[in-house]
C-alpha cells in the first residue's frame, strides 16, 4: 500500500518542488474500505493543488502561455489515468488473492472440524468399550460369588452329614462295647465252672484211686480234653495279649494326630486373626476413603449450585470451560495436536495481515503482536501468546469485512459457536459417566466387603466345629484306653479311619476357603486403590478448576487494560470514521475470544 500511495501521491515533474512538500493524508485504519477513502482523498487533494498551481500561472504567464498549460495538464492527466488504471487492476488482483485465500481457510476449517469429530467419535467407541469391559467383569465377579456361596452350601451340607456319620458311629461303637462287655463276662463264668469241674474231678479221682483200672480211661480221656481246652485257652489269651498291644499303638498313633489337629488348628486361629487385623486396616482405608469422597461430593454439589444461581452468559460459558476441562487428562494428544493447528493458524493470520497492511504500518495491533511474541518465546514456541490470536482475527475481520459479505461469516461463526457448545455438553455427559462408574465401583467394593465379613463367620463356624471334632476324637481315645480290647475293635478302628479321612477333607476344604478370602482380599484392595486413583483425579480436576478460574479472571483483566490503548497511535479523523465499525467487531467478536482463551489455556 506504501507503494500505491506514492504512486498517486507522485506530482508532475514541472509541480515536483510544490507537491514535496504536501503532507500526507492519515493512516487508513485497514481493510479495503479505509484505502479507498484514501484514494479518495489524495485524488481530491491532487485536483485541488493542480487548480491552485493553474490559477497564478494563467495570471503571471498570459494567453501566450495558456497552450503550454494546457498541454501540461493534458499530459499529467494521461499520466493519471494510467496510474489509477494501474491500482485499479492492482485492487482487483488483491481483491481476487484474498477471495482464494478465504476459501483456502474455509477449507481448513472445515478439515480440522471434521478431524475433531473423527476423535470425538473415537473416544466415545473408546468409552463405551470400557463400560463393556467393567461390565463383564462384574458379571464375573457375580458368578464368581455366586459360585463360592454353592460350594459353602455345599461345604454346609457334607459336614452335616458328617456330623450324623459321627453320631452313628458312636452309638455303633457303644453297642460294640457293651456286646463285648457281654462276651468278657460269659467267657469269665466259663473259667469259673471249668475250674470247678477241675476240682471236682480231683476230688473224683483221690475217691476212685482204687478203682484206676477201671476209670483209666475216662482220666485219659478227661486230661486230653483238658489238655486241649488249656492250649485254646492259652492261644487266646496270646492273641488278646497282641490285640492289646496293637490297641496301645494304636492309640498313641491317635494321640499324634490329636496333637498334629491341635498345632494345625492353633496355626489356623492365628491366620484368622491376622486376616482379622488386615480386615480392619482395610475397612479404616475404606473409611477414609469414604471421607475424602463425601467431601469431594459436597464440592461438587456446591459448583452445580453456583452454577444454577448462575445468570448471565458469561458465567454459564465460563461453567462449560470448566467441564471441559474436566476432560484434560484423557484429551492431551488431541489437545497437543489442537495447539500445534492453532499455531498454524496463527502464523497464517498473520502473514495474511502483513500482506494486507504492507510493511510500512506501525499501528497499535503490530506492536501488541510483538510483545507477545516476546513473551510466547520465553514461554514454548508452539503456546499461541496470550490474546494475540484474538487481535489478529479482529484485524483480518477488519481488513476484509468490505470484501466479503457480513452475513455469511457470522452465519458460519454461529455454526463454529454451536459446534463448540455440543462439544462442551457431550463432555459434561461424559463426565457425569464417569461419576456414575465411580459410584457403581464403591457399591461393589461395599458388596465385596460385606462377602468377606460372611465368609470370615463361615471360618469361624468350621473352626468351632474343628474344636468339636477334637473333642470327639479325645473322648473316643479315653474310651479306647478304659474299655479292654476285643476281636470287633478293628470295625471300630476302620470307622476311626473314616472319620479321620474326613476330617482331612474337611481341613482341605477350610484351606481353599482361606484361599478364597485371600483372593477377596486382594480384589477388595485393587478396588481400594482404584477409588484412590479416581479421588487423586477428582482433585486433579479440582485444582485445574480453580488454575482455569484464576486464568480466565487475569486474562479479563489484562483485556480491559490492553482495549483503550489498542489504536492510541490513529489521528483524531480516521478514530472518529472506525469507531462505530470497531466497537461492533469487539461485540461481535466476544464470544470468540472466550472460546479461544480456554484452547490457549489448555
Partial sequence: MSAFRYAISAPPQSDSDRMEQTPEPPEPDGGPGGLGVALEEELAMLAGQREEDAGPSAAESGVGGQEADLLSLFRQKEKDLVLAAKLGKALLERNQDLTKQ??????????????????????????????????????????????????????????????????????????????????????????????????????????KSVSTNQHMTRLESLQAEQGVEIKMLSERKRELERRVSAMMEETEQLQNTVEDLRERT????????????????????????????????????????????????????????????????????????????????????????????????????????????????????????????????????????????????????????????????????????????????????????????????????LTVEARSWREECDHLQAMAEVHEPSEQLQSAIRDRDEAISKKKAVEMELAKCKIDIMSLNSQLLDAIQQKLNLSQQLEAWQDDMHRVIDQQLMDKHQDEWRSPYSFSGANGSSRRSSGPSSRRADRLSDRDKRLFSFFKKN
Fill in 266 to 461: 492353633l496355626l489356623l486361629e492365628r491366620q484368622c486373626h491376622e486376616k482379622d487385623l488386615q480386615l480392619r486396616q482395610s475397612q479404616l482405608e475404606l473409611q477414609e476413603v469414604r471421607l475424602s469422597h463425601r467431601q469431594l461430593s459436597a464440592r461438587l454439589e456446591e459448583l452445580t449450585e453456583e452454577r444454577s444461581l448462575s445468570l448471565s452468559p458469561q458465567s454459564a460459558s465460563l461453567l462449560t470451560e470448566i467441564e471441559q476441562s474436566m476432560e484434560q487428562e484423557e484429551q492431551e494428544q488431541e489437545r497437543e495436536q489442537l495447539r500445534l493447528q492453532l499455531w498454524e493458524a496463527y502464523c497464517q493470520v498473520r502473514s495474511i495481515c502483513s500482506q494486507l497492511r504492507g510493511n510500512d504500518i506501525t499501528d497499535s495491533a503490530l506492536s501488541t503482536d510483538s510483545s507477545m511474541d516476546e513473551s510466547s518465546e520465553t514461554s514454548s514456541a508452539k503456546d499461541v501468546p496470550t490474546g494475540s490470536l484474538h487481535a489478529s482475527l479482529l484485524e483480518l475481520r477488519r481488513l476484509t469485512q468490505n470484501l466479503l459479505d457480513g452475513n455469511e461469516s457470522t452465519g458460519s461463526r454461529r455454526s463454529d459457536e454451536e459446534a463448540l457448545e455440543d462439544q462442551v455438553r457431550k463432555l459434561g455427559e461424559d463426565l457425569r459417566a464417569l461419576r456414575d462408574l465411580y459410584e457403581l465401583e464403591q457399591e461393589q467394593a461395599r458388596r465385596s466387603q460385606e462377602e468377606v465379613l460372611q465368609l470370615h463367620n463361615q471360618v469361624a463356624l
Fill in 102 to 207: 478465504y476459501e483456502k481457510m474455509n477449507k481448513d476449517l472445515n478439515e480440522k472440524l471434521e478431524h475433531l469429530e473423527q476423535e470425538k467419535h473415537e473416544l466415545r467407541r473408546r468409552l463405551e468399550r470400557r463400560e463393556g469391559e467393567w461390565e463383564g467383569r462384574v458379571a464375573e465377579l457375580e458368578t464368581d460369588v455366586q459360585q463360592l456361596q454353592g460350594e459353602l452350601e455345599r461345604h454346609q451340607v457334607q459336614l452335616r452329614e458328617a456330623d450324623r456319620d459321627k453320631s452313628r458311629a458312636v452309638s455303633e461303637l457303644s453297642e460294640q462295647n457293651q456286646r463285648l462287655l457281654e462276651q468278657l463276662s460269659r467267657a469269665s463264668e466259663v473259667e469259673r465252672q471249668l475250674s470247678t469241674q477241675v476240682h471236682a474231678l480231683r476230688d473224683d479221682f483221690r475217691e
